[in-house]
């Protein structure tokens, strides 16, 4: 069964995981959250986020607040995977620190014996420093540092869908400054375009998944919220979320294309 109401122009998939811990060689995607954006004008399209299933413990739930009972009955890795396939086939990997979500995806996709073709990256770690230059040295390169430097407005830090919703917005502002040359955003379409995905079967029963965003989504594809009693248990978990939470080990072995400034392919 195809994935349902996917636009069929390509562009960029602005991703962000919340993992059970910083390896992904040792850690599990405990939530994933997809903003699709066309080319060239970087609108949103569609919108994806589930809680997964992660196998055992969700992690640090002081950081990215799901506690465990919140992935009962949510799918696992594997459920997801064709679907997630169809939403990152043919477009740009957008990350902020593109390299860990990369990192844990690869992984994830890897344990069900599936590897990722070369995916052409685009980091806004990357460009925020080129852009800020002093300000990341003193204010820090995480999202919402970076965000709050260009004048954007807070968000929901830390869940997966809130994140890449901020991540769409930092990368349109990153490319609007001087640094932001968009240039070779059309080499990396192409080159996106060009990769090989395998093909992914998909399961017969709908795709249930969970959205634990407190802000409703603007446009595009939306996920379901499964059980208020989760909504309760995530409010449960009290405490300010850190600005850019637990840092990402470098996944070693993971191949991957080098990730993008732009200004440097032209």
Known sequence: MPSPQLPTSRGLAVVDVEASGRSPWRHRVVEIGVVLLDYPLLRVEAEFSTLIDPGGPVGPTAVHRIVQEQVVGAPVFREIAPHLADLLRGRVLVGHHVRCDHGFLAREFARIGVQLPELPTLCTMALAERALGDAVAEHGRGLAACAAALGLPEFDAH??????????????????????????????VDAAQAAAWPKLHHRAAPLHTQNRSLAPAPTGLRSTA?????????????????????????????????????????
């Open 226 to 266: 499964r059980s208020a009693s989760r909504t309760a248990a995530r409010a449960a978990v009290s405490g300010r979320r850190s600005a850019y939470g637990v840092p990402c080990a470098v996944p070693y072995g993971v191949p991957a294309v080098p990730s993008v400034v732009m200004g440097e392919m032209a």
């Open 159 to 188: 869940t997966a869908l809130g994140d890449a919703r901020a991540t769409a917005a930092l990368l349109r502002r990153l490319l609007a400054t001087p640094t932001g040359n968009a240039e070779p955003m059309r080499a990396l």
